[in-house]
């Protein structure tokens, strides 16, 4: 993946893609590392195999160049056809041998990467359509790419911890979450502190009079946050909650 050859010349996304394509090698390592015989086992969440992980982010990919094929040639392509078709995509996937899943993987990454290669920077600004129905820059696929290797490296449940994702990743990623809860007001009465190096101003219902307030370092705070694990965050309550939904 040579960033070099890439046509933008803008600085932020050249940093962005940058952290992109880290991710995906992170990724990658994480499942480079686990046997054939371990892609059936069970992943950090409920339901799915690493199989399962596997394939969506192969898919993930393959659906972000459909939006940044959009941007360039300005033919609407949405990133799935339905949201049906993606889980059946995905539960289909699932069961393709171990050579096969980590052909899709590889060879998606790499059909996303040439994608935002020869991506002009004018289409960066193209608007597209997310599979949630939002309208956004084609520029945001990489932060939607990055958020997704990152985090799934993760769920490969092979050892990696939230903590080995960039703070500037896991920052970005909570102000998501948060600002996802504070849309639905989900937040109602929940302050997050993030304590130690990182530090944030408090995200979420920052004006409640008696919150419960839920403290950790940023990357226990993040996991918490995305429903990933509850290690080392502490509340102020006797009991602390369980986070809003996310996705
Ligand atoms: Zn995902």
Known sequence: MVARLDLTQDPALLDALLVARRGTAFFGRKL????????????????????????????????????????????????YSSPEARN???????????????????????QLNVEWRDTPEKAWSHEVKTAQGRTVPASETVWMRTREVWLHAVDLN??????????VVLERLLRDITGTWQTRGDDRDLVLRV??????????????????????????????????????????RQELSRAPRWI
């Open 158 to 167: 092979n050892g990696a911890g939230v903590a080995e994702i960039p703070a």
């Open 195 to 236: 304590s130690g190096g990182d530090s944030l101003p408090d995200l979420g219902d920052t004006t409640a009079a008696d919150p419960e307030v839920v403290a950790g370092t940023l990357a226990d705070i993040t996991a918490w946050a995305c429903g990933r694990s509850s290690r080392g965050v502490r509340s102020n």
């Open 88 to 110: 059946e995509e995905i539960a289909l996937g699932a069961t393709l041998s171990p050579i096969a899943l980590r052909n899709l993987y590889e060879h998606s990454a790499i």
């Open 32 to 79: 480079n590392e686990l046997p054939d015989d371990s892609l059936s086992g069970q992943s950090l969440l409920a339901g799915w195999s690493r199989a399962h992980v596997i394939a969506h982010v192969g898919y993930n990919a393959r659906a972000l160049a459909r939006l940044v094929e959009w941007a360039i040639t300005g033919v609407e392509t949405p990133m």
